[in-house]
């Protein structure tokens, strides 16, 4: 790895590469394990220590780079003749590095490849979390549903008012898995974008949305109050804002007591749509705050299950934001109710016309 292109392929690879003999030291390494933007010393005699200098900090050592694990792995193949991976944990804060190791034919050598495999890690516990939710929530209505059906076929019902009651039992969880199941649809066409082809008057479908969950509110005894002046279009999708503005009124509408009020309102302020939704509900613990956006997350699950919540509603919001160039935001107190803000950007004016 002599020639004079050999630096900056290095530098351009994704992954460290380490080239030594069973007995010696490092032939060359990449830049991937000491930072992106990293210099490295390609060392030219077998045996000779390497040093990494890094874009930030002091020079990195072989043995800081690469653990003892992977040094073990790399002589392992070396002596076998045979491949072999492992993944270890280093470093402060912590960090998974995966090294293959590849025995090279030319007297001993081993090609070994680290890759950090932290974020890979992390998506992959996510993904489990995920499933093993998922899993569960749909397993509590699916599971009521069988008893209840199973109750009925054994005798229940000839007695009418026992009949009455599974069969309302039925239709609440089946709706309740029918909201589940489109809420993860939902979800999983949302973390792949939204498509922002429209100029969206977000006003025009906050009316809409308030119109729509007027009743349902109502028999609930909460009142929505709104206040939407008129405001500049924002580039995004009508659906999924519509979703969005759903998902913010119904979770505070589900959460007001009844005698409480929602109030809504839309406005612009410094090129932006600002939506909030207010509500004089229970409120939510300052510890819970930084969570209320995670998948399936909820503050109270036992209210969360009595009115039919799924605990997707929020993270579908905050990926709906997120994918039109936004944020959402929540101030809650105990007792004292929750604001949640959503901030979008207003779409440019068309060519030749002034803001």
Known sequence: MNRPGDARTLGQMADALLVAGIAAGAAAVGAAAAGATARRRLARTRGQTLAVQASR???????ELFPTEIRRAARRAGYTGAPNAVEVETGVPSRWLRASSQPI???GS???VVRDVTEARRLDAVRRDFVANASHELKTPAASI???AETLLNGALEDPPAALRF???LQRDAIRLSRIVSDLLDLS???????LVEHVRLDVIVADEVERLGDRAAEVGVAIELQADGVPSVPGSARDLALLVRNLIDNAVRYTPRGGRVDVSVS???GKVILEVRDTGMGIPQRDLPRVFERFYRVDRARSRETGGTGLGLAIVRHVAENHGGEVTVQSELSAGSTFAVR??????PRGVAP
Not at 189 to 195: F, I, P, V, Y
Not at 344 to 349: E, G, N, Q
């Open 344 to 349: 979008l950007p207003v779409a440019d004016p």
């Open 57 to 63: 900090g002091p020079p990195a050592s072989l043995d």
């Open 189 to 195: 066409r949302l973390e792949g974008g939204s498509d």
């Open 146 to 148: 069988r008893a209840a």
């Open 268 to 270: 612009a302020e410094d």
């Open 110 to 112: 081993v090609l070994v």
């Open 167 to 169: 069969t309302e039992q």
């Open 105 to 107: 034919d030319d007297g």
